[in-house]
């Protein structure tokens, strides 16, 4: 298959020089495909062969006026760009596509968290409506996790056969062990959305008896939510041994995950959970919530917790504190569990679908 004909075009208009969360597995799954094979419409102007640029400013870092010149450009613009391409299909890494006849799409599905946890925002309509639309309207629905698949199929209805679960990945060159002394500080890497459940985080790292530790929270601050955390943070008499960082360079990420006793992941529902993947790829010790996708991810090589129970995540933080070899044992197990997790397998199972489909 030449350059000349691709078998789809990779829809990266929510790319920016800030990924997270979506960003970052947009990123990486791009990175995994031929690049003769699915061409990139790419906002950032890098160096991949073959990209198509598009406008800029159409990622979520440019706020709701990106977020809406990105549906109008998804609408509007992307259907010419794909005749012009030639390519018979549309890959989008997030439920995103032209709703016109005439195009044939493929979409990623990261979860239902906004139908699970509707919030009254100005983009209600848009999970409410519009993703199930698009998640409807394609051919086929790549779900980052059986838990995924599951609820697309049961909630929104989209048949069994039109969905493909497929394994996320980590890149092993900004993700690995660095052979660092870990120390006493546990991390959260997150947004502060509810189901995120920091509130039970915070009040399970108050109750700690050790109090030499400190607690990073590093992820995007959303004004709804972070002073309410804050302030929490203040009752508990913990808000001088709170790290709060809105984004972290891949470096400090890097860093961040060799030096913590552990990374707690003790959401209410994920629908793949990448921080728990990360850490085990650096050999962190995971404390991860009997929630969503993350038994699939985390196996049996994390501390699983019932996340409404803030007593269990507390007996979590103190098992890793109190127990070395627990610790030593978990960061091992982590790393072979995250061996079963890689970008290039995912690339070959995509590209594999687009032939078939195309």
């Known amino acids: ?12 208009s929510y790319l920016g020089g800030r990924p997270t969360g979506i960003g970052v597995v947009a990123r990486e799954l791009v990175a995994a495909l031929d690049p003769g094979l699915v061409p990139l419409l790419d906002p950032c102007s890098g160096d991949r062969p073959g990209s198509l640029a598009i406008p800029a400013n159409l990622s979520p870092e440019h706020g709701r006026a990106g977020h809406l010149r990105r549906l109008l450009w998804t609408q509007w613009e992307l259907p010419k760009l794909l005749r012009r ?17 005439g195009v044939r799409s493929l979409v990623l599905a990261h979860d239902l968290l906004p139908l699970r946890y509707p919030q009254l925002t100005p983009l209600l309509a848009y999970h409410l409506a519009y993703v199930p ?37 980590f890149s092993p060159g900004l993700l690995r062990p660095l052979g660092l002394k870990r ?24 109750g700690l008896r050790d109090r030499d530790h400190r607690l990073a929270l590093v992820g995007p601050q959303d004004p709804r939510y972070t002073p309410r955390l804050r302030r929490l943070a203040s009752e508990l008499g913990i808000a001088g041994r709170c790290d709060w960082s809105n984004w972290v360079s891949d470096q ?18 994920e629908g793949f959970g990448l921080p728990a993947l990360e850490g085990m ?53 982590g790393l072979l569990q995250a061996a079963r997790f890689r970008w290039a397998d995912t690339g070959r199972a995509v590209e594999d679908l687009l032939r078939q489909l195309a």
């Open 1 to 12: 298959m030449s350059a000349a004909m691709p078998l789809a075009l990779f829809n990266g």
């Open 133 to 169: 639309l698009v998640l409807h309207r394609a051919v086929r629905v790549l779900c980052n996790s059986e838990a995924t698949a599951r609820e697309v199929h049961q909630r929104l209805g989209v048949p069994a056969k039109r969905l493909v679960p497929i394994r996320l990945g």
């Open 252 to 269: 400090d990420r890097l860093d961040l995950l060799n030096r913590c006793r552990g990374l707690v992941m003790a959401s209410l529902w």
């Open 281 to 333: 790829a650096c050999g962190a010790p995971v404390i991860a919530a009997e929630a969503g996708a993350l038994p699939e991810v985390v196996g049996e090589a994390a501390l699983r917790v019932d996340p409404r129970q803030v007593g269990a995540i507390g007996a979590a933080m103190e098992d890793l504190i109190q127990q070395p070899s627990l610790a030593a044992q978990l960061g091992e197990a």
């Open 183 to 206: 120390q006493p500080f546990f991390l959260v890497l997150g947004r502060h959305d509810p189901h995120k459940n920091l509130e039970r985080v915070l009040r399970a790292f108050a």
């Open 85 to 101: 391409s030639g390519a018979p299909l549309l890959l989008s890494p997030l439920p995103e596509a032209p709703l016109g006849r």
